[in-house]
């Protein structure tokens, strides 16, 4: 198996332009995460899917983030305008409830 | 809610020697633990978990867990690290809702 897969692995932007993150979970899995890694904040989830439903977005920042499961093989995390502060690393993960696997992130750099 | 402590930000050992990387949690009801690497510029790595059985669970690359009830512990350890185990280490538990919280992470660091 390929593991989770995760477009761009690294994205520099300006301050205001879209950024549109995408994963490609593990086949099988039917659970789908969202996670920003920083080093002030450590690991924070930002949402999660179950069967391509979301079921828990209350650690999406604000509503310039948003994210969508068009299917049970993708995933986009879109933020729009893009800020300095959003400035990160994002994980996605899938599982089937139990561990979670992790792709290797998109490093993000807004300038 | 569910949550865990990672009380050491650095554990730093000679190659060959024991390495203890520990946690503790707090839960409402039974636990599901599990323990994470992330090695520099890469995703976390699953390493093992606990869900019930055994208090001592074996996982990936040598690494093993000690579960502790009475002291609500979760410790991982390895009987001889490598200098390739230098790396963030990161304990988790599962709230029921299936979603992981994390720990700070912990950063080992083992000398040649």
């Known amino acids: 198996d390929a593991g989770v897969i995760q477009s761009p692995r690294h994205e520099v932007t300006e301050m205001g332009q879209e950024v549109t993150l995408r994963c490609k979970p593990i086949s099988g899995h039917d659970y789908l995460f969202w996670y920003r890694q920083t080093m002030m904040r450590g690991l924070e989830l930002l949402i999660y899917?179950?069967?391509?439903?979301?079921?828990?977005d209350s650690g999406m920042p604000e509503d310039r983030f948003s994210a969508k499961m068009p299917n049970a093989s993708f995933s986009t995390l879109k933020i729009q305008p893009s800020e300095p502060r959003d400035s990160a690393v994002y994980f996605c993960?899938?599982?089937?409830?139990?561990?979670?696997?992790f792709g290797p992130g998109t490093r993000l750099t807004v300038t | 809610a569910q949550s865990v402590a990672q009380p050491e930000d650095q554990v730093n050992v000679a190659e060959g020697n024991p390495l203890t990387v520990k946690c503790t949690y707090s839960v409402s009801g039974n636990p599901y633990l599990f323990w994470y690497v992330q090695y520099p510029n890469r995703g976390l790595q699953f390493l093992l978990k606990?869900?019930?059985?055994?208090?001592l669970v074996k996982g990936s690359y040598g690494f093993e867990a000690e579960f502790n009830k009475s002291q609500t512990s979760f410790h991982l350890k390895k009987p001889s690290a490598l200098v390739s185990d230098s790396a963030l280490y990161f304990c988790a538990v599962r709230d029921g809702d299936y979603k992981l919280s994390f720990g700070a992470g912990t950063t080992v660091t083992v000398r040649a």
């Open positions: 899917f179950n069967n391509n439903v979301p079921i828990d």
């Open positions: 606990y869900i019930t059985g055994d208090n």
């Open positions: 993960a899938s599982s089937t409830g139990g561990e979670q696997y």
